[in-house]
């Protein structure tokens, strides 16, 4: 207590009073993100405005020698911005402006706490976007996008976070602020850039951001086809990439998904059928019609009961609004859903999806489906009821039977979401002791003191078992 | 002991090995007799900084493990497998690794991602950062890694992938590489307009980024990247895709150069298309030999003002520019001040790497350390240790 006293004191100091929250009935919400299941309480959160003041309070971690972490809006559904050994959480409200947005050079320098959306709605209008969008987007920030290299529906066709990031001013664990890459695409020396994008916060806090801005596409267009069964919808999604062909998203969506979507958004799903395919095309005005002529002819020949068009932009807006908004319909259906980011080869996946049905009947649970197809991120919603311990256990045991088979069908344990405390136990499904050590040197070489974020990604050395484990929640979050 | 092949020269003792496995043992009997370790791929790329290594590794012999999944447009490529042979073997259906570095056949997979080497197509796909997805190295402790899965979209653990693209053999040795793959384009068309000033070309360039058209190479050259009596800057747009989006965007392309200030232009017939770009890789086979090339990055809305500055030092100028990613390549000869060179580049905020004859100093090469540097070393220290790879061959003297 005399430490934590002495902490809480020195933060005061740096930041004054009113940026130090320390009562714990205030510190309740940032115990969890979006993984609502296991929950780890702070013992401050601060807020800075500044790198400067980040580094200032990185520096007080250290001397007072407790773990410290970034958080965003906490949107993340990995267990990855939570104080897992307790210690300091420094949430990036305060730091959420639009420094700059240059279309001459085609970037936005941005602070972490900007809001993803927020970045294409200002753009937008003068032909640019932001392109990773991932569904949390009128929540979560640029920076958690950052920590978790986060995708979105049409990453399929722009690519992850880590595609669009040119560089960033980082607080390094020992509080030196360091610049990295910059407003080019230079790569001199190693991409430092590259390995902390998507390294789930372990490594520095970023408070600068200088990420590319993605023209407008020419045209879109968007299509719903239907299907009778899950399997000749996957099917379809593999026939349409090994055709060559990349929409901008491909979207699977099942009827679980589409009753709860329909009950509470009426999005205009048809609900007389087993699977959609969401499909959007971007491009020039001159392909777009000849690829629609493709994408309808292959969801045809796998059983598409209807293939039909968003007429116009307020219909699109509406199909999208259901698809990005499924999930907290789905928490309107069920007392409470766990969600998976396991990926497979896209060619696995009429097989990853029937897998995911049966397990879950093994279980005695549903499995609903809302996927990046096109991409292979599965996303299986595993239904259950929180109030019930058995179910729990079931639910926890299906998601890792799930990703133990991503990981044998060639696949990966995350696509967006990362490992954050949630999968700490399934790290080993894809990685030997050696892979893990080799990133293990490279978090020592970068955090010797391992006070960043402890007890995340990796599970050498992870003291899980402090874990608070309460009775859940209905779980939020989106896909 | 391989024969002809580049790594003879630079170690006292040069070895072949075939499997990952022999790769590892023969790196963990180096590590522990400290001896120092330059891998050698086609040798195309290849910077020693003048030293001699204890042990060449010629890795022309992993080529096993060559696996394609069109339906997954993924395959993994062995790393001592030349780049064009994987090409190949991928164009039988119908995909590709979308990177085309200059390259007479020679270059390995390996050697080319170690390099984070590219070309003229790089406008419209990027990097190998782009399109990477796992890896096998050897690290400095003779230890076989993984990283990433044959996934086109992974955050599971570190992305170690990026950490190895460009690292020049210095933390790890590559030996095989998994991509996401292209769809190879149906037609391919080139056009090429003369314009009698830079200001000229890149205007048109700035104009067809805005036109509803999706090139996939679009560059300025001038000088030896041209023809040798060529006057003009030369602006190359190479369209690609589909047979339907490639006429429609013929027409419009016509239509934006015709309206330009361009002295001529045409749609090159495939002898002449191949002949420029041929050129624009290796430069034309009548111009002097080649003394040395900077390659700058820098912010896209510098271009002018960085060709302005080039012009008024260098006249005789040979260039070649990708405006849309604010890269160029620029002559450098016998007589060119480098540091003025260094001062102008800095001046616009961008980074600088020359590849000269005579260089054989990392600080000469990499004249200006990039921001980072302290961590690139502490990095470098953690994956390898004893410091065998190739040490004192790279940025800041890693």
Same mark, same amino acid.
């Given at each position: 207590m005399e430490v934590k006293t002495a902490l809480i004191r020195d933060l005061e100091s740096l930041? &004054?009073?009113?940026?130090?929250i320390s009562h714990p009935t205030e510190l309740l919400v940032y115990e969890c993100d979006g993984l609502t299941l296991s929950r780890h309480g702070a013992d401050a959160v601060v807020l800075p405005e500044s790198t400067e003041e980040v580094s200032r309070i990185v520096k007080c971690c250290q001397g007072h020698q407790v773990p410290f972490l970034a958080r965003g809006s906490g949107t993340g559904l990995s267990g990855g911005a939570v104080a897992a050994e307790g210690g300091v959480i420094v949430q990036m409200s305060r730091m959420a402006t639009i420094i700059e947005i240059d279309y001459d050079d085609e970037v936005a320098v941005v602070q972490p &706490?900007? #809001?993803?959306?927020h970045l294409s709605e200002a753009t937008r209008p003068d032909g640019y976007h932001y392109a990773p969008d991932p569904s949390s987007q009128k929540a979560c920030t640029i920076g958690g996008n950052v920590a978790e290299n986060a995708g979105g529906p049409h990453t399929l066709k722009y690519g992850v976070t880590a595609n669009h990031i040119l560089g960033m001013t980082v607080v390094m664990p020992d509080g030196e602020i360091i610049n990295m890459g910059g407003r080019h695409e230079s790569i001199l020396g190693y991409d430092l850039v590259g390995l902390f994008v998507g390294s789930e916060g372990t490594l520095g806090i970023v408070t600068e951001i200088i990420v590319k801005l993605t023209r407008n596409p020419e045209s879109s267009k968007t299509f719903l086809a239907s299907f009778n069964t899950v399997e000749a919808a996957s099917n379809s999604v593999s026939s349409i990439i090994a055709a060559g062909i990349i929409p901008a998203a491909l979207e699977l969506i099942d009827a679980l998904v589409i009753q709860a979507v329909e009950s509470h958004l009426k999005a205009g799903f048809p609900q007389d059928v087993a699977a959609i395919l969401l499909i959007e095309i971007e491009g020039l005005n001159a392909t777009l019609s000849a690829q629609a002529g493709e994408i309808r002819n292959i969801c045809h020949t796998h059983g598409a009961t209807d293939f039909k068009e968003a007429k116009s932009e307020p219909e699109r807006a509406q199909l999208w609004r259901g698809r990005k908004e499924a999930i907290g319909a789905l928490g309107k259906v069920t007392p409470a859903f766990y969600t998976n980011d396991g990926v497979v080869p896209r060619s696995k996946l009429p097989e990853i999806l029937e897998f995911d049905i049966e397990t879950g009947k093994r279980n005695g649970l549903q499995v609903a489906h809302l996927c990046h197809a096109g991409d292979g991120n599965i996303h299986p919603i595993i239904l259950y009821d929180h109030e019930n311990e058995t179910e729990t256990k079931a639910a926890m045991k299906t998601s890792r039977e799930i990703l133990q088979r991503c990981i044998d069908l060639g696949?990966?344990?995350?696509?967006?979401? &990362? #490992?954050?405390?949630?999968k700490l136990t399934s790290f080993s499904f894809m990685f030997n002791k050696t892979d893990e050590a080799q990133m293990m040197a490279v978090r020592s070489a970068l955090s010797p003191s391992g006070k960043l974020n402890p007890s995340k990604i990796f599970p050498t050395g992870a003291k899980c078992g402090e874990s608070k484990i309460r009775k859940t929640v209905a779980g939020g979050g989106w896909l | 002991m391989t024969n002809n092949h580049p790594s003879n020269t630079l170690a006292t003792e040069t070895i072949k090995p075939v499997t990952t496995d022999d790769l590892a043992r023969i790196i963990r009997e180096a590590a522990e007799q400290k001896r120092t370790v330059i891998a050698v791929g086609g040798? $195309?790329?290849?910077? $020693?900084?003048?030293k001699q290594f204890d042990l060449a590794i010629d890795t022309t012999g992993l080529t096993d493990g060559f696996h394609h999944t069109p339906a997954d447009m993924t395959a993994t490529v062995p790393a001592g497998m030349r780049l064009s042979h994987a090409q190949e073997k991928l164009s039988h259906n119908g995909q590709w690794i979308p990177l085309d570095p200059p390259d007479r056949g020679n270059a390995t997979v390996g050697g080319v991602i170690a390099a984070n080497r590219w070309g003229p197509r790089r406008h419209h796909y990027g990097t190998a950062k782009d399109w990477v997805i796992a890896t096998t190295i050897v690290n400095g402790k003779g230890e076989i890694v993984r990283a990433g899965a044959n996934v086109v979209k992974n955050v599971s653990g570190y992305d170690l992938n990026k950490l190895y693209i460009g690292s020049r053999g210095t933390v790890g040795i590559i030996t095989d590489l998994s991509f996401k793959l292209s769809p190879l384009p149906a037609v391919r068309s080139t056009f090429r307009a003369c314009y009698s000033t830079p200001e000229e070309a890149l205007t048109t360039a700035a104009v067809i980024r805005s036109a509803p058209l999706e090139p996939e190479s679009l560059l300025i050259t001038k000088g030896r990247w041209t023809t040798l009596k060529a006057k003009h800057w030369w602006l190359l747009v190479e369209l690609a895709g589909s047979e339907e989006g490639v006429t429609a965007q013929k027409e419009t392309l016509s239509t934006t150069l015709e309206g330009s200030s361009a002295n001529r232009w045409n749609e090159a017939n495939n002898k002449d298309a191949a002949y420029y770009w041929e050129t624009v890789r290796f430069g034309n086979g009548e111009a002097s030999p080649l003394f040395g090339i900077a390659e700058i990055s820098f912010p896209k809305s510098q271009a002018e003002c960085l060709l302005a500055l080039l012009i008024k030092s260098y006249p005789k100028l040979s260039l070649k520019l990708l405006p849309a990613r604010g890269l160029a390549i620029v002559e450098i000869e016998e007589e060119t001040d480098r540091s003025l060179f260094v001062n102008e580049i800095t001046k616009i905020g961008g980074s600088i790497e020359f590849d000269c004859v005579e260089i054989n100093s990392p600080s000469h090469r990499w004249p200006v350390e990039p921001a980072g540097i302290s961590l690139m070393k502490k990095l470098k220290t953690a994956l390898d240790p004893s410091g065998i790879f190739a040490p004192g061959t790279y940025v800041g003297g890693i």
């Open positions: 930041l &004054g009073k009113e940026r130090v &706490g900007v #809001i993803n959306l696949g990966a344990l995350s696509g967006e979401h &990362g #490992i954050g405390t949630e | 040798g $195309t790329h290849l910077f $020693t900084a003048g």
